[in-house]
């Protein structure tokens, strides 16, 4: 099965492949979501997460980070009770306190595109060599240079493997096979600039 052969993925997954996955985004709020997202993850499979989606965005006022970043205590134990919500204290603290991170990065580069172009250094979206083809890696030199700087700056559950899936759902590395549609979408919509493979680490073969 070639990576973006997701014939085995439920409903909603391929819904969000189809729709959503690598289609590059701008808007802050929409680069905070897809980031937790991908935090909260750790652990678990993502059919789980885009199954509860709606409820997260829910608990977590949309990911509106300047919001989600004055929660309390009050806040964790209301989404702690919150039905369907996943039941990780130390996760939805994380993500409280990640907004507050996010919000300040956010301020000082003017956006957080901004910060993650400062590590790119282009608009443009990345295709890796032999991506296309369906070798993808768990992660690679660029996710770990923001991985490192994130985790400075103290934001959790931000290891080079979350950021590399994050980078894929935002549309700043274009993972999807070349004879997707959607791979075709998104290098006739938006411009691509094509990279040597990066230190990449855990390289699998969907081919």
């Known amino acids: 099965m070639s990576y973006c052969g997701w014939k085995d993925s439920s409903d909603e997954n391929l819904k969000y492949h189809d729709s959503e996955w690598g289609i590059p985004v701008s808007d802050d709020v929409r680069h905070f979501e897809c980031l937790m997202l991908e935090a909260l993850q750790c652990g678990l499979s993502w059919n789980i997460i885009i199954r509860k989606r709606d409820v997260i965005r829910k608990c977590f006022a949309d990911f509106d980070f300047r919001k989600v970043a004055g929660f ?43 910060y993650i172009r400062s590590f790119t250094g282009t608009d443009a979206v990345i295709l890796y060599d032999g991506h296309q083809k369906g070798l ?22 931000a290891g080079p493997v979350t950021v590399y899936a994050y980078l894929q759902a935002v549309g700043i590395i274009c993972d999807h096979d070349a004879d997707c549609p959607c791979f075709r979408r998104i290098t006739s919509e938006f411009q691509t600039i094509s990279k040597k493979c990066d230190d990449e680490k855990e390289v699998k073969d969907f081919r």
Do not use: Q
């Not at 919150?82 to 300040?104: P, Q």
């Not at 996710?143 to 559950?157: E, P, Q, T, V």
């Open 72 to 114: 309390g205590e009050d806040d964790v134990e209301r989404i702690m009770n919150t039905e369907g919500m996943i039941r990780s204290r130390r996760k939805i603290e994380a993500v409280i306190s990640n907004a507050g991170v996010f919000a300040g990065i956010s301020d000082e580069f003017g956006s957080f595109r901004n």
């Open 136 to 157: 993808i890696p768990a992660s690679n030199g660029l996710s770990a240079r923001i991985s490192r700087d994130l985790r400075k700056r103290g934001l959790k559950y």
